[in-house]
């Protein structure tokens, strides 16, 4: 499941009926996103994409069931609209406005803390599942990007996004959920915070993470890996290696102050902490495949520790066929040797389910271990049965 967005999430747009609300709203709703309702004051019998607009919140909440609020709004107006869907009971919120003041962010931040609510933003593109659903403003019909997978992406940079995503598609994965945290200095939601979510989530591998200088968040992050808070693969690239201190570069959160928020520091701190950070977007995609491979070499060699009664099935490997349709009967394309069965399981680099493969093989057969698989329905059975289908 995705982190923040299903394709069952309800979605109320604030500012449906202006330019960019009623543009985006489209491609949401095309992409998959269930978009239920508008609200732009003053505006209310109107349609847009078939879908009703309303005065307020509260009037859209009493004719609809909305779990997440979209806001296309100015950043004067972004706090009462923020407020508005918090008093409604709305506990998912997305805002991209840039230049929401300071001091209102603050108050924002408190509110949806305070409401046990999360509040994604301001200054940023939003949050997607591609393939699934999106909140906010994603060219999501670009697929060398925005292809479904098992990597989770966080970012600061809506213009980093879209290089560095590029490179994971490139390796050969794809995203699972992808959040835009922003690139005030007071987001609603920070890096450490969503952390939990992606380790809960079990279509999330690793978590790439697209930083820059200027505050602490990727110390934050740092610090849950070495606590153990965090215990899933982590690549970062980290914009701003030449930037000089104390110059604000770009993003009004990207500066360094009172010493801390240099690029060196977070480097330092992460690298400590068991990540891997990228001097280019280009090797991003490189790092995560080498991660990944010492994370899944580590996870077997702990599974297959122990007497042989011990072990479940996962004696029997499965060989990713990434769409590919395997025959019913014998050695598919390409062989895999004795076929046992045909299995449909998650390609671990895309995410996709694909029919795959059943075949025999020693338990050290690992030569590409990204190319293998483990089919989770399979494993829960009994032991024996697994051995001699």
């Given at each position: 499941?995705?982190?923040?967005?299903?394709?069952?999430?309800?979605?109320?747009?604030?500012?449906?009926?202006?330019k960019?609300?009623?543009f985006?709203?489209?491609?949401?709703i095309?992409?998959?996103?269930?978009?239920?309702?508008?609200?732009?004051?003053?505006?209310?019998?109107?349609?847009?994409?078939?879908?009703?607009?309303?005065?307020?919140?509260r009037?859209?909440?009493?004719?609809?069931?909305?779990d997440?609020?979209?806001?296309?709004?100015?950043?004067?107006?972004?706090?009462?609209a923020?407020?508005?869907?918090?008093?409604?009971?709305?506990?998912?919120i997305?805002?991209i406005?840039?230049?929401i003041?300071?001091?209102?962010?603050v108050?924002?931040?408190?509110?949806?803390?305070?409401?046990?609510?999360?509040v994604v933003?301001?200054?940023t593109?939003?949050v997607?599942s591609p393939?699934?659903?999106?909140?906010?403003?994603?060219?999501?019909?670009?697929?060398?990007?925005y292809?479904?997978?098992r990597?989770?992406?966080?970012?600061?940079?809506?213009?980093?996004?879209?290089?560095?995503?590029?490179?994971?598609?490139?390796?050969?994965?794809?995203?699972?959920?992808?959040?835009?945290?922003?690139?005030d200095p007071?987001?609603?939601?920070?890096?450490?915070?969503?952390?939990?979510?992606?380790?809960?989530d079990r279509?999330?591998?690793?978590?790439?993470?697209?930083?820059?200088?200027?505050?602490?968040?990727?110390?934050?992050?740092?610090?849950?890996m070495?606590?153990?808070?965090?215990?899933?693969?982590?690549?970062?690239?980290?914009?701003?290696?030449?930037?000089?201190?104390?110059?604000r570069?770009?993003?009004?959160?990207?500066?360094?102050t009172?010493?801390?928020?240099?690029?060196?520091g977070?480097?330092?701190?992460l690298t400590?902490?068991?990540?891997?950070?990228?001097?280019?977007?280009?090797f991003?995609?490189?790092?995560?495949q080498?991660?990944?491979?010492?994370?899944?070499?580590?996870?077997?060699?702990?599974?297959?520790?122990?007497?042989?009664?011990?072990?479940?099935?996962?004696?029997?490997?499965?060989r990713?066929?990434?769409?590919?349709?395997?025959?019913?009967?014998g050695?598919?394309?390409?062989?895999?040797?004795?076929v046992?069965?045909?299995?449909?399981?998650?390609?671990?680099?895309?995410?996709?389910y694909?029919?795959?493969?059943?075949?025999?093989?020693?338990?050290?057969?690992?030569?590409?271990?990204l190319s293998?698989h483990?089919?989770?329905?399979?494993?829960?059975?009994?032991?024996?049965?697994?051995?001699?289908?």
């Amino acid at each position: 499941m995705s982190i923040f967005i299903e394709s069952d999430t309800r979605v109320l747009v604030q500012g449906m009926t202006g330019k960019e609300g009623s543009f985006w709203t489209k491609h949401m709703i095309d992409l998959g996103t269930q978009v239920v309702a508008g609200v732009t004051p003053g505006k209310e019998g109107q349609e847009v994409e078939g879908r009703p607009v309303y005065h307020s919140v509260r009037r859209a909440a009493a004719e609809h069931e909305i779990d997440a609020a979209m806001l296309f709004v100015p950043p004067r107006f972004t706090k009462d609209a923020v407020f508005e869907a918090l008093d409604s009971g709305i506990q998912k919120i997305v805002t991209i406005a840039d230049g929401i003041p300071l001091h209102e962010m603050v108050q924002i931040r408190a509110a949806a803390r305070s409401n046990g609510a999360m509040v994604v933003g301001g200054n940023t593109s939003g949050v997607i599942s591609p393939g699934t659903a999106m909140m906010g403003m994603f060219p999501y019909w670009i697929e060398r990007v925005y292809t479904p997978g098992r990597i989770g992406v966080m970012t600061r940079s809506g213009s980093l996004t879209n290089e560095v995503t590029a490179m994971v598609v490139r390796a050969g994965f794809g995203v699972s959920s992808l959040i835009g945290i922003g690139g005030d200095p007071v987001p609603g939601t920070r890096f450490a915070e969503m952390l939990p979510l992606y380790e809960q989530d079990r279509e999330t591998d690793a978590v790439v993470i697209i930083g820059e200088l200027g505050g602490t968040m990727e110390e934050e992050v740092a610090e849950a890996m070495r606590d153990g808070r965090f215990t899933k693969p982590v690549v970062a690239f980290l914009g701003g290696r030449t930037a000089p201190k104390g110059k604000r570069m770009g993003h009004a959160g990207a500066i360094v102050t009172g010493g801390k928020g240099t690029v060196e520091g977070k480097i330092k701190a992460l690298t400590e902490a068991g990540a891997l950070v990228a001097e280019r977007p280009r090797f991003v995609g490189e790092l995560l495949q080498e991660l990944l491979k010492k994370h899944l070499k580590k996870r077997n060699t702990d599974e297959f520790t122990g007497p042989p009664e011990n072990r479940t099935q996962t004696d029997h490997l499965l060989r990713c066929r990434c769409g590919t349709d395997a025959g019913d009967e014998g050695d598919p394309p390409g062989g895999f040797g004795q076929v046992r069965r045909i299995s449909r399981t998650h390609c671990y680099r895309t995410g996709r389910y694909g029919r795959t493969a059943l075949r025999s093989g020693p338990v050290d057969d690992r030569s590409d271990p990204l190319s293998y698989h483990r089919d989770a329905e399979y494993r829960a059975a009994d032991p024996l049965q697994g051995r001699y289908l």
